[in-house]
């Protein structure tokens, strides 16, 4: 097998791997496994969902001067608060747990300059039964950065964009 | 106008279908109220004495203030009257509803703070203030308590004690000591509500029964560095906004509160907002009705009395005023 042959292997190969890392992910999520979720984070990761407001097309508007402000803006201490709180037996609208499935799709992956980190576009519709007969869904696509660690691909770098500009549900106590 | 001969045949009186003009526009330190009714009171009767509570935030520094980053709205399926309450009196719940998000973010130790369903360690160390016409404070009184939920407070205190002595020029010793940094709780009647410390300005638009949209902002003191607003925009999202660690516990209790209110055997009862009832009082140096202390349902009394007197009056002629304990610099 020629060099060629092997660097399209490899990236099959690597492919394979990422969507694997993505419908792990979601899977954690839902059943609460939130530690090893985490696990699969890089240590510098960044993780963010930006306030978005709908504007008209010609709104020319100067950006505000502190920026949007950010649903979520976290580090990876951060998503340990949040994990500590939801793990802390507090959480009282957790309590009975919700049933929560995720489904990933649109997958794109686009190899960057970096030998070792991918590209990552996904949409993610997250499904929630909560109280008696209340059902919510929130949808939003994410462009991640993989990074490949030690034969692991680790979340490095989340953006996220929530496509309600109202929030429909009582809560986000979700991961995306 | 377009067609305006073809389709309607020239026959529309436009000036009888325009837009419907906002009767009273009228703003205090930079809010803007507008009133579709032009026998309502004018802004600053309608306010009354919860002005002085106000001024500690919009009028402590010089610069004033601004609302930054963008609206944070939410649908919550609640009868809008339950956010109201539960953060016009709000020292109640804290200790139990929101359990685990203090567990998780609370850096400052005190006392004031403690209290909750099963701590009474520092019941008495604040007040709640009504009887001003439906608005609402409830007050900490150790000027620093706002800033008790940030990850880090230091430069937030840094800047209180810099700035502490021009507020005493502008505000006088009582509101620049005891309320400036404190953590407050300020409802103006019936859907705004601000609290300076943790720095959210919110406002409650009912969509119809049991529906409510909650926007939110995080505000800032247009005197304040850059980067303490920077950090009071991200600190304001990660305890209140959509994904708050505070607000995610308060969304489901509201809902349900709602929900379990519908059946008709619970709508036969009557609410029950008797804690603290008869012990509040005057208390040299503040205006209004006080009752000691962060838990208690006095507030909540006045929230639900104002309500009665409004949707039973006819008119604006049977709406009582009042302004209880008026300080004698303010008649
Ligand atoms: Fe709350």
Same mark, same amino acid.
């Given at each position: 097998?020629?060099?060629?042959?092997?660097?399209?292997?490899?990236?099959?190969?690597?492919?394979?791997?990422?969507?694997?890392?993505?419908?792990?992910?979601?899977?954690?999520?839902?059943?609460?496994?939130?530690?090893?979720?985490?696990?699969?984070?890089?240590?510098?990761?960044? %993780?963010?969902?930006?306030?978005?407001?709908?504007?008209?097309?010609?709104?020319?508007?100067?950006?505000?001067?502190?920026?949007?402000? %950010?649903?979520?803006?976290?580090?990876?201490?951060?998503?340990?608060?949040?994990?500590?709180?939801?793990?802390?037996? %507090?959480?009282?609208?957790?309590?009975?747990?919700?049933?929560?499935?995720?489904?990933?799709?649109?997958?794109?992956?686009?190899?960057?300059?970096?030998?070792?980190?991918?590209?990552? %576009?996904?949409?993610?519709?997250?499904?929630?039964?909560?109280?008696?007969?209340?059902?919510?869904?929130?949808?939003?696509?994410?462009?991640?950065?993989?990074?490949?660690?030690?034969?692991?691909?680790?979340?490095?770098?989340?953006?996220?964009?929530?496509?309600?500009?109202?929030?429909?549900?009582?809560?986000?106590?979700?991961?995306? | 106008?377009?067609? =305006?001969?073809?389709?309607?045949?020239?026959?529309?009186?436009?000036?009888?279908?325009?837009? *419907?003009?906002?009767?009273?526009?009228?703003?205090?330190?930079?809010?803007?109220?507008?009133?579709?009714? #032009?026998?309502?009171? $004018?802004?600053?009767?309608?306010?009354?004495?919860?002005?002085?509570?106000?001024?500690?935030?919009?009028?402590?520094?010089?610069?004033?203030?601004?609302?930054?980053?963008?609206?944070?709205?939410?649908?919550?399926?609640?009868?809008?009257?339950?956010? @109201?309450?539960?953060?016009?009196?709000?020292?109640?719940?804290?200790?139990?509803?929101?359990?685990?998000?203090?567990?998780? *973010?609370?850096?400052?130790?005190?006392?004031?703070?403690?209290?909750?369903?099963?701590?009474?360690?520092?019941?008495?160390?604040?007040?709640?203030?009504?009887?001003?016409?439906?608005?609402?404070?409830?007050?900490?009184?150790?000027?620093?308590?706002?800033?008790?939920?940030?990850?880090?407070?230091?430069?937030? @205190?840094?800047?209180?004690?810099?700035?502490?002595?021009?507020? *005493?020029?502008?505000?006088?010793?009582?509101?620049?000591?005891?309320?400036?940094? $404190?953590?407050?709780?300020?409802?103006?009647?019936?859907?705004?509500?601000?609290?300076?410390?943790?720095?959210?300005?919110?406002?409650?638009? #009912?969509?119809?029964?049991?529906? *409510?949209?909650?926007?939110?902002?995080?505000?800032?003191?247009?005197?304040? #560095?850059?980067?303490?607003?920077?950090?009071?925009?991200?600190?304001?999202?990660?305890?209140?906004?959509?994904?708050?660690?505070?607000?995610?516990?308060?969304?489901?209790?509201?809902?349900?509160?709602?929900?379990?209110?519908?059946?008709?055997?619970?709508?036969?009862?009557?609410?029950?907002?008797?804690?603290?009832?008869?012990?509040?009082?005057?208390?040299?140096?503040?205006?209004?009705?006080?009752?000691?202390?962060?838990?208690?349902?006095?507030?909540?009394?006045?929230?639900?009395?104002?309500?009665?007197?409004?949707?039973?009056?006819?008119?604006?002629?049977?709406?009582? $005023?009042?302004?209880?304990?008026?300080?004698? $610099? =303010?008649?």
């Amino acid at each position: 097998m020629g060099i060629q042959e092997n660097h399209e292997l490899q990236h099959l190969l690597d492919l394979r791997a990422l969507e694997d890392a993505l419908y792990r992910e979601a899977r954690l999520l839902d059943e609460e496994r939130f530690t090893d979720w985490l696990d699969q984070t890089a240590e510098d990761i960044i %993780y963010r969902m930006a306030l978005t407001s709908r504007r008209f097309r010609k709104d020319r508007a100067p950006p505000l001067v502190l920026g949007s402000g %950010y649903i979520f803006n976290d580090t990876r201490d951060r998503l340990a608060l949040r994990i500590k709180r939801l793990q802390s037996g %507090y959480v009282w609208a957790e309590d009975p747990p919700n049933f929560v499935r995720r489904v990933v799709s649109n997958v794109e992956i686009v190899p960057t300059s970096v030998a070792a980190e991918m590209q990552v %576009y996904s949409v993610i519709s997250i499904h929630r039964s909560r109280i008696d007969s209340q059902a919510r869904s929130l949808i939003a696509g994410r462009e991640d950065c993989w990074r490949k660690v030690e034969h692991r691909w680790l979340l490095a770098r989340r953006e996220i964009r929530l496509d309600h500009s109202t929030v429909p549900d009582t809560n986000l106590n979700v991961f995306f | 106008m377009p067609l =305006e001969k073809e389709a309607y045949f020239g026959e529309i009186d436009r000036s009888k279908h325009g837009l *419907v003009p906002v009767a009273q526009v009228q703003s205090y330190k930079g809010l803007i109220f507008g009133n579709f009714d #032009p026998d309502a009171p $004018s802004l600053v009767d309608y306010l009354g004495d919860v002005k002085w509570y106000l001024d500690v935030w919009l009028d402590a520094m010089p610069g004033g203030t601004s609302l930054v980053g963008e609206t944070q709205k939410i649908d919550f399926p609640t009868n809008w009257k339950f956010p @109201v309450e539960n953060v016009c009196g709000d020292g109640y719940h804290l200790g139990w509803a929101h359990h685990a998000a203090m567990q998780a *973010v609370q850096t400052m130790d005190l006392a004031g703070l403690r209290a909750g369903n099963a701590d009474a360690s520092g019941l008495d160390m604040g007040m709640s203030v009504a009887g001003l016409n439906g608005h609402m404070v409830l007050a900490a009184l150790d000027g620093q308590s706002g800033y008790a939920f940030y990850p880090n407070p230091k430069p937030f @205190v840094d800047y209180l004690e810099a700035n502490r002595s021009k507020v *005493v020029e502008r505000l006088g010793a009582v509101r620049a000591q005891k309320l400036w940094g $404190s953590q407050l709780n300020i409802t103006i009647f019936p859907n705004l509500q601000l609290l300076p410390g943790l720095n959210w300005f919110r406002v409650y638009h #009912p969509k119809g029964p049991g529906k *409510v949209e909650q926007w939110t902002w995080a505000m800032t003191e247009n005197d304040m #560095p850059n980067d303490i607003k920077g950090m009071i925009l991200d600190n304001q999202c990660l305890t209140f906004g959509p994904a708050g660690l505070f607000d995610n516990d308060d969304g489901d209790n509201l809902a349900a509160c709602t929900e379990q209110s519908r059946g008709w055997r619970t709508a036969q009862m009557d609410l029950y907002t008797h804690m603290a009832l008869g012990h509040s009082a005057r208390r040299e140096g503040f205006p209004g009705d006080i009752a000691t202390g962060l838990v208690s349902e006095h507030n909540q009394r006045y929230f639900y009395r104002r309500w009665q007197e409004l949707t039973g009056a006819a008119s604006w002629k049977d709406v009582p $005023s009042y302004n209880l304990n008026r300080l004698a $610099s =303010e008649g």
